[in-house]
Each structure stands twice: as C-alpha cells, then as structure tokens.
C-alpha cells in the first residue's frame, strides 16, 4: 500500500474556522506543563510561599505570643491568615504568572518556532487560545487550588473549626480571577511587544502600578482588579465591604475578556 | 490556464515603512512542476514566500495558491502545502519522532498506527531514523534541515515551499534532496528559492529570477538557457575563400529575423555567432542559407545554451 492510499484511509482532519489546530496545540502545550518537570516545582514553590507563609503567621506567631505571656484572640490570627493567602497570596501569585508568562508567546516568536507553527493550518485565534487554556489549567491547579485548599485545611485548625466554605470559595474565584487578568494581560502584551524586558516592564507595572490607583481613583477604584488583594481577605473575614465583592470581580472577568479579544485581534495582524 | 497554476501572484507588492521589499511581482507556477525561484540576499524572496504562506500582509496586489487567495483563505492553503524555513526551528525538547508527530496531528487524526508508519517513512527519506528519538536540541545545522524537509513532507503536500532547502548541506546530502525533490515532481508542485544555481540547472523546470524585489526573468528553464526571446546560433566554419566568407556574411546579416552577427576566429577556423528573433525559421532557414554559396563548408552548427550563471550574472548587471 503506497503513501497515498494509507493517508486516504486516515481521517482527515478536517476541523476548519479559528479551532484548526486547537487540539494539537493544546495537547503540546499541556504536555509542556504536565509531562515535565514544571508542575511539581511550581506546585512546591507555591505551597511554600503561600502555605508556608500561613503556617508561620497561624503556628509561629501563637508560640511566640504565648512564648510571652500575651493572649491571642484566634478570630485576629485567621484574619491575618486570610490577608497572607488572599492579599499577600494574591499579589505574589500576580507576579509569578508574569514572571512564569513572558515566553509563553515571546519565546516562541523569537526563537522562530511560532512562525514555524503557523505555516501549518492552525489558526491563531487557536495558537493563542491553547497557550492561554494550558496555561491556566496549569496556574490554577499548581498556584491556587492546592496551595488554596491546603491553607483552608491550615485555617480551620487555627480557628478550631471550618471557616464558611461559600465565603472562602469567593475568595479563591477572586484569587483566580485576578491571576488570570495577569495571564491574559501578559498573554496581550507577548503580542504587543518584540522583548521580553518591555513585557515585564509594563505588566510589572500595572501589578505595582495599580495599587496606587485607590489614591488617584477614589470610589471608581473599588470597581477595578487592583482592589481584590484587600477587599477578598476583608470578604473571608466576613467585615462588611465599602461595595459588593462582585463587582471588582466583574470588572476584572470583563478586562480578561477584553485582554483575550485584543491579543486574537492583534494577534491576527502580527507579521513574521 | 489559471486551474492548472499552483501559485498565481497579480502586482503583488509589499513595503516596510519607506522600502519596498516585492514589487508588482506577477508569477504564475504551473503545477507539478520544480520553480526556482533566484535573486541575491535581500532580493526578496522570503519575503515572497512569507506572503503566500500567511506570514505577512501584501501592501499591494493579489495571489492565490490553487485557486485560494492568499489572506482569505490562509488556513485552506496551509492544509495543502509543507514548508521548509530558510533556517528551520524546532521545539527543543522534542526528538525528531515527537516533532514530525507533533505536525501530522495538524493534518490528521487518524489511525496513530498510520500517521507512526508515515513518520518513519519520512525518517528513513531523510536519513534521520537513528537519530529519531534524540533531542532536536543536539541536531546539526544539516539534521535540523533534513528533519525540516521531512516535517515539510509529512502531509503528503500539493505543493512545497523550500526556502534555500539545500543551503546547509554537504554534496551528498544536496544530491539526496535534489533526488528527493525529482521524485516528488510527479505528484507535487515545488516552488523553492536558492542561491545554488547549479542545482537549478539541473532539476528545475520553469525560474524566476528577482532582483530588488522585481522580477527580472520568468519562465521556462530551457527557453531562459537558449537565451529566451534572443535564441543566437553558433556556426563553425571550415577554411573556405575570404570573399565567398564576406558575401555569406552579407547575405545573412541583412536576413530581417538576424538581429546581428559576431566573428570569432579560433585554431584556423572561423565563428559566427548569429542572433536572431525568429526561432523557428531560423531552425529551419539558416543553414540553407549559409550553405546556398557551395564554398562555404560548415563544421558545426548549434543553438548556444547559456549557463543559468552566466544570465543570473548578466541580468543583475543590468540591474
């Protein structure tokens, strides 16, 4: 049987529109966070940041205080807990996702490989789309869920009994949330810019740039991403908030949303 | 005419800020047939290449790839054809099995027993199947080429599109992607560029040569060899009277399809190269005429082939 009658037995791939090539570029991209070493080193890095980070705070501080005849109210304790996972956490979360980010796509554009890729018939709403799925997938299960469920098991030893899940869960939606307005905006700027210092630059920027913003912005701040980091831990903490939580988490779905819309649309229009 | 081109470019054109990388560049490739496509660094011909395949913009003009035009229907043409960059790049830590099954699964999803059995097939063609399951990290400029033309192939494609397929190469391994691309002529169209003339000369069967971005010739190889619109004629002549020599001399010179007449004297005997405009009644007509004064004996008589060189050189002379 030649060359042609075998191929003719195979099953065209005939999937067209912006998903051609989205499996395959999925199945890469998830064997590069899966079947290598990346997801156990981040997965240990942020259980320690986080986890560890929490342990110090609910263990260490209560044998130090105790250590000197002081009484610590544990409601204290959890709160201070709930503002290292979900403020500390979160802004630490931000920058590893830039910093973990920046050859997602800029890699790939320098080293040739993206240009390679797309002579074959991958569309790239559909190169960016997987690198943008893996990479969440990967995020979310190794800087949050794990190092999240773990720190709830922590904080409920510390208080002596479980903290409201539905509260703790709305925390960890914002944690992702706003993990995930780093990733598309990081995603946007690899598109945008041609190196890997501008990248950083800007979106280390708007990280640290942004928590500024409450100053400058006055009320309008408590609708923007860069007020989770101190309305989420308040939240888990059941204080009543200056706006409903939803919103800032409304508005940060809406900007991922537009991040993604504007790197595909870029992105389209890139030339290489 | 248009359903049997593989590539057909209108005034396709494009510029970056000020320069003016393709000019109103009008190809036509016939398919299944090997296009060289020549010029010097920086003429223009990656740039070309990149348009047809999607990687940029046209600023100007049209083309389209069998029947599909190149911007709207990008992803129509990718499924058809394979391409081999200039400088091939790989996924690091993939083997070379891993990279050829990496793309097949853009094409197909069939059968993994199939596409297994394709990728060694591509592996034994390109003389990689011992170095199959290493890193492409470790892989030589030539390896990195060899698997580049495999990855290129793995679709069984309509057309290729090699850009300088051969550059990196040693004789052997040029000789063997000469072969390659003869034996693929029949049933795909190759379209590549090179710096290599030789290598045109002897498997291509139509060129296009470009030169700052324009296209300086275009068409058939043999027709371009025998001087294209300029066919000139070589006629050895044995001692023969210096009148008779002067009187066939005039009379062909003013023949109205001779554009002109060279003299060479060599070891005794006597050349007359001869251009002329009409080939046919030249073919034809020419030697009767020479031969029409019966002391006039000619030794040789021939159509002068050029050497792609030798017009590559003339041409970016002129240029």
């Known amino acids: 049987m030649n060359t042609l009658q075998r191929i003719a037995l195979w099953e065209g791939n005939t999937t067209t529109m912006w998903r051609s090539g989205f499996a395959n570029m999925l199945r890469k991209e998830n064997h590069a966070w899966w079947r290598t070493r990346r997801w156990w080193m981040q997965l240990g890095l942020w259980t320690l940041v986080i986890d560890g980070l929490l342990a110090l705070i609910l263990f260490g501080l209560v044998k130090v205080q105790t250590d000197a005849t002081q009484n610590v109210e544990q409601f204290d304790l959890v709160t201070m807990g709930l503002q290292a996972v979900f403020q500390l956490g979160t802004t630490f979360v931000a920058a590893g996702v830039i910093i973990l980010g920046q050859g997602l796509l800029l890699g790939e554009r320098e080293s040739g490989v993206a240009e390679w890729l797309l002579t074959k018939p991958v569309s790239r709403a559909a190169y960016l789309l997987a690198k943008l799925v893996a990479s969440l997938g990967g995020v979310l299960v190794t800087m949050i869920v794990v190092p999240c469920g773990i720190a709830y098991g922590l904080l409920a030893i510390a208080n002596g009994a479980p903290l409201s899940l539905l509260s703790y869960l709305t925390c960890v939606l914002g944690l992702s949330l706003h993990t995930l307005f780093y990733l598309t905006l990081t995603l946007l700027l690899g598109v945008l810019v041609d190196t890997r210092g501008k990248l950083l630059g800007a979106a280390l920027g708007v990280l640290f740039g942004g928590m500024v913003l409450p100053g400058l912005l006055g009320r309008l701040a408590l609708a923007m991403p860069w007020v989770l980091p101190n309305l989420l831990p308040a939240f888990g903490a059941g204080a009543t908030l200056p706006v409903s939580i939803w919103l800032p988490l409304g508005m940060t779905a809406a900007f991922t949303v537009v991040f993604v819309a504007a790197a595909i649309y870029q992105f389209q229009r890139l030339e290489f | ?319």
Not at chain 2, 67 to 72: A, F, L, P, Q, T
């Open chain 2, 1 to 319: 005419m248009a359903d049997q081109l593989a590539i057909e470019t209108q005034r396709l054109g494009k510029s970056f800020d000020e320069v003016q990388a393709v000019k109103s560049l009008d190809l036509a490739v016939p398919q299944h047939s090997i296009f060289g496509f020549l010029g010097p660094n920086g003429a223009g011909k990656t740039t070309t290449m990149k348009l047809l395949l999607g990687l940029a913009r046209p600023t100007s003009g049209s083309g389209t790839i069998f029947g599909h035009d190149i911007v709207r229907d990008s992803l129509a043409i990718r499924a058809r054809i394979g391409y081999l960059p200039q400088h091939p790049r790989f996924i690091d830590s993939m083997t070379a099995r891993e990279t050829l099954r990496f793309t097949a699964r853009f094409f197909f999803s069939g059968p993994a027993s199939g596409i297994e059995q394709r990728i060694d097939e591509m592996l034994k063609l390109v003389g990689l199947t011992e170095k199959a399951d290493r890193p492409v990290k470790g892989f030589s400029g030539g390896e990195r080429q060899r698997l580049g033309l495999a990855q290129a192939q793995i679709n069984d494609p309509d057309l290729l599109i090699l850009d300088e397929p051969a550059a990196a190469l040693d004789p052997i391994g040029r000789r063997d992607v000469l072969a390659v691309m003869e034996r693929l002529r029949e049933r795909t169209t190759i379209f590549y560029s090179t710096h290599i003339l030789d290598d045109v000369q002897q498997v291509s069967d139509t060129v296009a040569i470009l030169n700052r971005g324009a296209l300086v010739a275009h068409g058939p190889i043999e027709h371009l060899l025998n001087g294209g619109d300029h066919t000139v004629y070589t006629v050895t002549l044995d001692s023969a009277p210096t009148d008779a020599l002067a009187a066939t001399h005039a009379r062909v010179s003013t023949l109205p399809w001779v554009t002109g007449m060279e003299t060479l004297h060599r070891n005794g005997a006597t050349t007359w190269q001869i251009g002329v405009t009409d080939e046919h009644t030249a073919k034809a007509q020419l030697l009767r005429h020479i031969l029409s004064d019966a002391r006039v004996t000619v030794t040789g008589f021939a159509q002068k082939k050029h050497e792609l060189e030798e017009i590559f050189m003339n041409l970016m002379e002129v240029a």
